[in-house]
């Protein structure tokens, strides 16, 4: 196989199917394409094993999470990208293994945390109340 073989056999698996829309074993979602094995997901696409998720994209085995994209194994997420087994993390990018954290990059096993800063319990729901009203969401 020559490289442009290859390159045009690539390009060919990632361009975007025709007819490929429809979900696989998906019980109870609306809207949503591309989805294997999830239920009562809504507005989702490239979901898998998820539930409950909104407007989720490319993510796997997450559930109750809402406008987040490539996550794995998250639950309670909100606009989160490329984390990992997260739970309750708010805007949150490539963070692995974290709790109730809000607006952090690449964090791995941490606990209330805002901005990549520590916070105590108290303190860091006073704060995310704050800006959450203050962010819409």
């Not at 390159?7 to 696989?24: R, S």
């Not at 094995?37 to 999470?65: I, K, L, M, P």
Request: hydrophobic share 25%; with cysteine.
């Amino acid at each position: 196989m020559t490289r442009a073989e290859f390159e045009a056999a690539f390009k060919k698996l990632l361009a975007p199917t025709p007819g490929k829309a429809t979900n696989v074993g998906c019980l109870a979602c609306e809207r949503c394409e591309r989805c294997t094995d999830s239920t009562f997901c809504n507005d989702c696409t490239g979901a898998t094993r998820c539930h409950y998720c909104t407007s989720c994209v490319d993510c796997t085995e997450c559930s109750h999470s809402v406008r987040c994209t490539s996550c794995l194994g998250c639950s309670h997420a909100i606009d989160c990208e490329r984390c990992i087994a997260g739970a309750y993390v708010i805007k949150c990018i490539g963070c692995t293994s974290c709790t109730y954290c809000f607006g952090c990059v690449g964090l791995s096993r941490k606990d209330f945390h805002i901005l990549n800063e520590p916070y105590d319990r108290k303190t860091y729901f006073e704060t995310v109340e704050k800006l959450k009203k203050e962010l819409r969401l």
